[in-house]
């Protein structure tokens, strides 16, 4: 038996008991930095003990909860799963290292907001490993107190209209998605929330698609797409830099996965039902997102629209059911997070040294701060996925894939690309380029601590913009399993219309 | 032959109410509360008789200890009110709102 | 005769080839994240990296050239890129070496003239960062073995163009152009990208050797939709009609950037998809091959047109350059008849415009950054080697006989003419315009009287500068008869492009020739009397409608702004709009209305005990009220 999983949770959990205790702000801050460090060396060496063709989940653990209603604490990755883990493990100590300085102006303490922190990663680590479907509810939902928390509490000037909104939002959708979690135990009938249990449970299409429903409404507004996205770019732009790397770096993408591992694989006839209008959304989104996101007048919302361009591109490529869409949009939530936490942390600097979020109030950033600029501008290149960047690999995925099976909507989505390119350098024009504005006169280029942060980000972005190889290798074969009740649905729907 | 108590207890119990409802002066609408537990009580012992169990006889011993201690809550509460406030109109203690 | 078939190799200097792109990969690198600490060596370093590419080019040629013709098509495999989709892996044969050659040949002398230009420039080292992964990425775009690859390249030469058109970018107009370039070249990438989606869907392939084995056929309309997606790639990169726009603000970028990219290599990069991909989805003859040669013919004379108004020394060049790349797509656009006189052209061109526009450089240089050529004239006798280098572009670009250009731009007339007559007199008018305007602006820049501003002292440029130009004219002059005389070019291409069944044969006298030359001396002659003998004003005169149209580029910007921009603008606002009254507006409303009535229903707590007494008691009315009428039902 290992005990890999339920380590990874403990450690940070732990550790922010830890660090609550701690009365020293920066023994505190130097002890989440260790423990979130101790978390990114384990999860690697776990990692790399995964072997991809072998057992749908690995590292499994099992321990009864509940026993009278078959809830267990089961724990287990497959290779989408695993991605994400690291993805967290990766991103939690550049976001401790990037909000140093973040949370004096805070309403709380400091030690609080560090705490809170690993409160958070142990939250998304278990939220990705989650075997039962109720433990991953309960994950789910559990998220969003920390969250909440370092927005409300460590946020800016709309502070608590964005916080209560997010969590109002959020709870909306959890509280369905409870529904169809208790409807999906009690239909099934086997006593039992473990996930394997539960897969291939429902035969009737009609109930499958309304339990789709309450799954996919809460995983929607997680993600999020298009409508229900506003709480994004509020929460967003009000959240601390740090956290925001976390929230739409991580967070977000359990919708995404979620739609991935429990809409497509427990209720495939009800997936392959609501395709289309999924994808509708999708193309909505990504086009719609990057209109709004060329009107912003400030920065953090901008990224934020972008965000939800991607999101579509993500969910585009869950419900295109091809291997290469499916994988693309599995890489995409992985690069996202890496080059949308780049665009927020160093945006974040940004703001810092100036006491603004609105683009107009920058500009000639370049002349001063060339270090900071690049960093911002190959982030941003990133971001509208520049060859040789990660975002590429993943989005040429998703579109191809797409392409594959949906031409049309491949095809609509792929002006994101022209979008993408206009979002993007405009800002970076209006921000970075041009006669050095007065007030930016004096700020100064990047420090020591902030090139640390800055470096790994650029590092992974790079190498998985040429070398996705050792990633694709994990999500291939789980992205092939997950997809493949789909699959098999739309082979039969083809094979009766063909008689 | 029941039927007398049965009016008598509904006259009690609605002379009662109406007095809770239009009285303003505390221990009148005290009173009359006590009025309608003792319809109640009324109605109670009647059913009894005509039941011919002790059921009702029981409860109504239950309900007079019940009113005894509410008395001694309730005239607590209404003398304090009387003390700070000069008043024992129910209409003048309205803090408790939205 | 068909293209050879692809065989995978890896022995010798080509199994190392990927050395071609890495050194300068390498170069970008180190400048890049150096800082500045490599500011004193970062040129040197710059330079070193561009040589030893072109030294590894000849070295790969030489090997090359040791194989029989039919097997020069080497597959060079380097690793799995995109598992399930696709590998990457180099291409070396006749084709990618002709660009490796040019790219890293006129490449690297750019980088020597770079370093006189910009010796001023405090951000030297930031800008052979960027020109190194230019030539990278510009090498990636021709060596791929697969369409993938090839895009990765295609949008590193757009991020290097990028970088470079804005390289002074705290100048508005040089950011602006630097951003309009991007994205015009998205819009050209949409296409490619799209294209590349239906080849992959059509052939389960991406790769050019997987794409010819593959045992798939896909219908007619299939084939037809590839081609056509990847014209419009290639219009983007290659500045042709529909997306010309951004090359003329791409002249906002220094000049050795303009002769590199928006003259010499990466411009022409549409050329060469179309050439690399003309057997696969330009066959002769089909609807996508003659859209080709209709853009190619329409943008070699509006490049023309533009060409003749400008008083901008760059940006007239600029447009001669469009005009030529016209005419490689034209060629290009006729199939195995004209790809050999297409690539040969675009080497010619290559190496004449890069002169031009360094000899450009060198009288900006001399003149105080000064680009109006109402303000230069009479130049010739202060700058005596770059007017000499100068003046051989120029008749090479005019079709001076037995210059480069004549063989070249002569034999795509002659084969575009065999083709189709129509098509072919254009080209010759296309012909004779260059000749007028290349003439106007030797003649307004050399010639006459001197017009310059007061503080400007012309002097000849350092040697650094001038060396380039000379070994640029030198190859302007020959280049074109070793290429065309005797077919040789187009034997060296047709293992990798194939070529007509009969080789044509040279006529220095045919009608179609003959028209040339007397075009183009008119238009000379034309521009003697307007531009040579007359006074130029300085200011320039108001102009007829035409010369007003030519000006403003045609319309196109104007065009643009009324079809996209203005409507862009509108709907990024109303997006704006809907997402804040809309979409949130419907959402906070929501909120805001439960909170709304919540408030009011609040206010039933009136604090009043009789108040509570009489809802109890009309409540428990209604409940023995619900409970005698449903007790009697």
Redesign the interface.
Known sequence: MHYWLSTLIGVPVLGALGVAAVKNELRAKQATLAVSLLVLVLTVVMAVQFSPNGDKFQFTEKYSWVPSFGIHFGLGVDGIALVLILLSAVLVPIVVLASWHEAEAGKRSVRMYFALLLVLEAMMIGVFAATDVFLFYVFFEAMLIPMYFMIGSYGGAQRSYAAVKFLLYSLFGGLLMLVAVIALYSIADKGSFMFTDLVGSVQDVGTQKWLFLGFFIAFAIKAPLWPFHTWLPDAAAQAPAGAAVLLVGVLDKVGTYGMLRFCLELFPDAAHYFTPLVLVLSVVGIVYGAIVAIGQTDMKRLIAYTSISHFGFITMGVFAISVNAGSGATLYMVNHGFSTGALFLIAGFLIHRRGSQYISDYGGVQKVAPILAGTFLVAGLSGLALPGLSSFVSEFMVLIGSYETHAVYAIIATSGVVLAAIYILWMYQRTMNGPTAESVRDIKDLNGREKWVVAPLIAVIIALGFFPKPLLDVINPAVTDSISQVQHVKQESVAQEGQ | MTTHYLVLSALLFVIG?VG???R?NAIV?FMCVELMLNACNLAFVTFARQNGNLDGQIIAFFVMIVAAAEVVIGLAIIVTIFRTRRSAS??D?????? | MEPAKIIEHSGGVIGVSWLLIALPLLGAAVLLLGGRRTDRFGHLLGVATAVASFVVGVLVFVQLLGFDPAERRLAVPLYDFIPGLTKMGLLIDPLSISFVLLITGVGSLIHIYSIGYMAHDPNRRRFFAYLNLFVAAMLLLVLADNYVGLYVGWEGVGLASYLLIGFWQHKPAAATAAKKAFIVNRVGDFGLAIGIFTIFTAFNSVSFAGVMASEAHPSQGTLTAIGLLLLLGACGKSAQLPLQSWLLDAMEGPTPVSALIHAATMVTAGVYLVTRSGAMFFPEGSTAAIAVTIVGVATLLAGAIIGTAKDDIKKALAGSTMSQIGYMMLAAGIGPAGYAFAIAHLITHGFFKADMFLGAGSVMHAMNDEVNMRKYGGLRKVMPITFATFLVGYLAIIGFPLLSGYFTKDGIIESVMEHSATLGWLAVLGAGITGFYMSRLVFMTFFGQKRWEADAHPHESPAVMTWPLIILSVGSIFLGAFLILGNRFMTFLAPAVGRPEELPSFHPFSVAGLATLALVAAGAAFAWVKYGKAEVPVVAPRGSFLTTFARRDLYGDALNEALFMRPGQWLTRLAVFFDNRGIDGLVNGLAAGIGGTSGRLRRVQTGFVRSYALSIFVGAAILVGAWFVVGNL
Do not use: E, T
């Not at chain 2, 203690?93 to 939205?98: G, W």
């Open positions: 109410g809770v409802l239009v303003r609408v129910v209409d203690v309205n803090l408790l709102k939205y």
